[in-house]
């Protein structure tokens, strides 16, 4: 008899679901208009939960699930599950840690490049059809910020810091970074301060793997980085004081901001939006099909080692 498996958000990957209700039985929640009554029926065969960063798994299900063995989320978010939890019942939490680095590092470098360059008010520009209006093409538009040789902030050098590190130094920026402490494998100039750090650089990009992410970029850091300086946070939304950010693209305190991830997804500042500094994406850093791909199959390696007895890649519970 196959391992039944709660999935409480979807994959998007054909070949994974596939594979999936070929080695489980897949229990679909997220389809469920009776959520309750399915648990009801269901959970005390459960031994393994699929979920996503976002979306976790509260206490209260977990608890309706007796033999649940593993939680396997389909991303690198853990805050939205009670790890203390699940430790104490024997649970595996496992996250597709390292899949996402180098499509995260990419989208950090994108994200400057379009709002350094204004790349999404000159498409703008053009798809209105008022290129052709104006007698000098480019008078309509202000001249961009260049990007290569920029000095480049990062706030936090793990995975992906380092990734991002490697892109900008291709395009020669001097890069200094913050985190806990210094990295002893690090070349890069270590930054005890924020506010310091944030003085130093041109960009300020955020790469924390910060779970319980407080508001460490607030108005006293954005004054820091200055008129002429940009926020890219790729991160967590939580990292970013959103009500002083909208302030201090209002006041022309900063001169752009690039964001992945916002405080309460999906719900973005909708001061943000009329913002021709503001670049915004829909929380979609990993978001290609190589990437979800790669996570998908770390997700299935976790359930097959958790029912095997092992403790799978990308373990977070011990």
Request: glycine share 8%; aromatic share 4%.
């Amino acid at each position: 008899m196959k391992p039944e498996v709660l999935q409480l958000s979807p994959i998007l990957i054909p070949e994974i679901n596939a594979r999936l209700s070929e080695l489980f039985t897949i229990r679909r929640y997220f389809e469920q208009a009776d959520k309750a009554a399915y648990v009801h029926e269901h959970g005390a065969n459960i031994r393994g939960v699929i979920t996503g960063g976002h979306t976790g798994i509260s206490q209260a299900l977990m608890a309706q699930l007796p033999n649940l063995e593993v939680v396997a989320v389909n991303g690198v978010g853990t805050d939205a599950v009670d790890l203390a939890y699940a430790r104490d019942r024997g649970i595996r939490v496992t996250a597709t840690i390292g899949a996402l680095t180098e499509d995260v590092a990419d989208l950090a470098i994108g994200l400057l490049i379009a709002v350094c360059r204004g790349l999404c008010t000159s498409d703008r520009y053009v798809r209105s059809g008022q290129w052709p209006q104006s007698p000098t093409p480019l008078a309509p538009l202000p001249l961009a910020r260049q990007v290569s040789g920029m000095r480049i902030g990062i706030v936090g050098m793990g995975r992906v810091g380092r990734a991002v590190a490697v892109r900008a130094a291709a395009f020669g920026c001097p890069i200094s970074y913050t985190d806990l402490q210094p990295m002893n494998d690090v070349s890069h100039t270590f930054v005890a301060d924020l506010k310091q750090l944030a003085r130093d650089s041109d960009a300020l990009i955020l790469a924390a793997a910060a779970d319980k992410a407080e508001a460490i970029i607030d108005a006293q850091v954005l004054q820091a980085l200055g008129k002429d300086g940009y926020l890219i946070n790729v991160a967590r939304g939580k990292l970013v004081n959103e009500e002083d950010l909208v302030a201090a693209l209002k006041a022309g305190e900063i001169a752009g901001a690039a964001l992945d991830v916002f405080v309460d997804e999906p719900n973005v500042p909708e001061a943000l939006f009329a913002n021709e500094q503001a670049v915004l994406q829909p929380h979609r850093a990993s978001a290609t099909l190589q990437t979800r791909t790669r996570m998908g199959e770390m997700v299935v390696a976790s359930l097959l080692d958790s029912f095997a007895g092992k403790t799978p890649q990308g373990c977070v519970t011990g």
